[in-house]
């Protein structure tokens, strides 16, 4: 860490802001560690806030900044060209690897959580929490900002880089919503800046009020913090490729770090280290707000894995062109949108719910793969929209996460029935075959159509709370709604492939089965990524004639034994599925149930509150409203100030009173 202009390797220091006090304290710490320490100090200059809205300081008015109150910054040397290159393994899910097969085929077959589950002890999901944070007033990025923008001619928004301090209040809100979790951990990515004065190393921005000596470890029920930066974690990767040459890889980090684009910062969070990181995470915003304490499910459970909010009011079509504009988040989505429609099919997509947003960090890996050129395309934009020509759009991390999750799951129920249970091990669907596929659907011997309707049976609140019941874990529904934040499943991968609005009212027998003899990839093949209404009519009238609350009419026949010692097969199917069909798993049905639960689900939905301050009294009343909801789970509110100096002093000052009010109590770790 780097303290009042001292790089010291081995021990966190805090830096003290009064003139007179900080005199005293560089004389007490030379003096210790003078005495205690070996190595020579290291003198780096450092640089105090700057929140004018005026043109930026130069290097030399930043470093004489430093001198003056002393900025903690964090002083790393950049990953080498070899570092910088993306792992391709699969990665597992560790949860699922602990629950046996006796017990997953059985869950997955019924949805129920009882017989030889019943003896299994499951605890609940692991979960840390990830914020993105950036103190645009910083003086060094204000600088590194002011001279990209320049090269660039790119001008974002002045409202990405204010600063208010939310995180403070964010991470207070996060110990109020979940000190009751035990093993959690919170992770906080921030820029980083070139060391002026050593080119070698980078130093990375930490938020001021945190006492880095103490925030490390957990201490009571407040979750350990670790600071990550930027350019720690960005991978270099391309699809159908892992050796590269160094000069390429150094070219792209040239250009594209630093960087000052959200949208690819997102893009890395699958490069956070999976042996520091849980495999089951939270990414937020440093504007968004835990107000009430929530149970690990509301989140995350080994049960029903993510849940994931959606707005199904609010549709994503793909756009081929990316022709909306950058400066939001719509141009990254269409493009984004566009990707999931060239690998699953073509459909519209729900919006996903700003607001704290729960994901797999395998899967959220493993997709990454999937799209290695979009990912990598997607850091090329410094700032927000700076690249709108395809290929090189800004893939959106979240969205396509979120989807990827949904599709899969799909993919491996159609996976499940079409290859393993009808093709099996001679993989063809012969004209008797089919004419079973068609009854077990509720289609009758001579008749080529079938009216689709929606299942009955499906997953509810009830149920729900029998299962967590059932496994010792708290349901995410709450029976005091004002004292513990409730969630409610509306859906879960259980029910199959969520009805989509645009589903056709018929099947056509010859249209989504056909009549002649073929092999049972191709079949699949076509369901999963170009006759997708089939598909999806399907997988809706499976579900509705099996009359059951699990996934059984999905699965091919059980065989013994579930495991053969010695055999390893794939975690998953190909990220990219090929044209011709692979080996049938040596026992179809346990690697389908744990294809199938590798991307369990549930649609979920609590209290939530959204809204940007534009004015002082549209604020206030806002603010008001958010009081009187005594059940309310989740609060974003977005800087949209006017660009008046005046105005914005005002509502900076409304907003940080307005905080400090909601979310009084202190963590140990602040210092003022």
């Known amino acids: 860490m780097t303290l009042l202009g001292l790089s010291l390797p081995d021990q966190t220091l805090r830096s003290v802001r009064r003139p007179l006090v900080y005199s005293l304290t560089v004389v007490s710490v ?54 910088l290159v993306k792992d391709f393994r699969i990665r597992p899910i ?17 949805s129920v959580w009882d017989g030889p589950c019943a003896v299994l002890a499951v605890d609940e999901a692991a979960i840390d929490i990830i914020w993105t944070w950036t103190n645009g007033s910083d003086p060094f990025h204000e600088h590194t900002r002011s001279r990209y923008i320049g090269e660039t001619g790119h001008h974002p928004k002045n409202a990405r880089f204010r600063e208010h301090d939310e995180l403070r209040f964010s991470l207070r809100s996060a110990m109020l919503a ?95 280290d999976p042996k520091v990181v849980s495999e089951n995470i939270i990414t937020t915003n440093d504007d968004q707000y835990l107000l009430i304490p929530m149970p690990p499910s509301a989140f995350h459970s080994p049960l029903y894995g993510p849940v994931l909010r959606l707005d199904r009011g609010i549709k994503v079509g793909g756009d081929d062109k990316a022709t909306a504009d950058g400066g939001g988040e719509w141009l990254s989505l269409g493009w984004t949108a566009h990707q999931l429609n060239q690998r699953f099919g073509t459909r519209q997509r729900s919006y996903v719910v700003h607001d704290a947003r729960s994901f797999s960090l395998p899967l959220m890996h493993e997709v990454s793969l999937a799209f290695a050129d979009q990912f990598t395309y997607t850091a090329l934009s410094r700032f927000r929209g700076m690249h709108n020509t395809p290929p090189e759009v800004e893939i959106n991390t979240i969205f396509i996460s979120t989807h990827w999750i949904i599709e899969r799951h799909r993919e491996a129920l ?195 509150k959204f809204f940007g301050i534009t004015t002082l009294r549209g604020a206030k009343s806002q603010m008001k409203g958010v009081d009187a909801q005594t059940d309310l789970a989740f609060l974003c509110i977005n800087d949209d100030m006017p660009e008046r100096d005046e105005d914005q002093r005002d509502m900076d000052q409304l907003y940080r009173s307005y905080l400090r009010t909601k979310l009084p109590v202190a963590l140990d770790c602040e210092t003022d």
């Open 178 to 272: 979940t000190s009751a979790w035990k093993n959690s951990a919170w992770h906080v990515i921030t820029p980083d800046v070139e060391d002026p004065q050593d080119g070698s190393k980078r130093l990375g921005l930490l938020p001021q009020w945190v006492n880095t000596n103490t925030s490390a470890q957990r201490v009571g029920d407040r979750a350990p913090i670790t600071f990550h930066h930027d350019s720690q974690l960005f991978r270099y990767a391309r699809t159908g490729r892992q050796e590269y040459d160094p000069e390429e890889v150094e070219e792209w980090r040239a250009k594209v770090l630093p960087t000052f684009n959200s949208h690819a910062i997102e893009a890395q969070f699958s490069n956070l």
């Open 94 to 110: 560790r949860a699922h690897s602990l629950i046996s097969d006796e017990c997953l085929d059985h869950w997955v077959s019924t």
């Open 414 to 608: 159609l996976w499940s029935w079409v290859v393993a249970k009808w093709g099996g091990r001679d993989g063809t669907l012969t004209a008797e075959k089919k004419k079973q596929m068609w009854l077990e659907m509720g289609g009758v011997v001579g008749e080529d159509v079938l009216s689709v309707t929606t299942p009955t049976m499906k997953t509810t609140r009830e149920r729900v709370t029998s299962n967590f019941e059932n496994a010792n874990l708290q349901s995410p529904a709450s029976p005091s709604r004002s004292e513990v934040g409730d969630t409610e499943y509306s859906w879960t991968s259980h029910d199959g492939h969520q009805v989509p609005y645009s589903l056709q009212r018929t099947i056509s027998r010859e249209l989504c089965l056909g009549s002649a003899s073929e092999r049972a990839w191709d079949r699949f093949l076509d369901l999963a990524q170009r006759n997708i209404g089939c598909g999806d009519a399907i997988l809706t009238m499976l579900k509705t004639t099996s009359q059951s609350l699990g996934l059984e009419v999905f699965l091919p026949p059980a065989s013994t034994p579930m495991r053969y010692p010695g055999v390893e097969e794939p975690l998953t199917l190909p990220l990219v599925l090929p044209n011709e069909p692979l080996a049938l798993p040596v026992n179809p049905r346990a690697w389908a149930v744990r294809l199938i639960h590798r991307y369990s689900y549930a649609l979920g939905s609590s209290p939530t």
């Open 30 to 83: 030379l003096l210790t560690l003078y005495l205690i320490r070996e190595e020579p100090l290291q003198w780096v200059q450092l640089s105090a806030p700057h929140t004018t809205s005026g043109p930026s300081t130069s290097l030399e008015e930043s470093l004489a900044m430093v001198e003056h109150q002393g900025i903690l910054y964090d002083p790393f040397r950049p990953k080498t060209s070899s570092q």
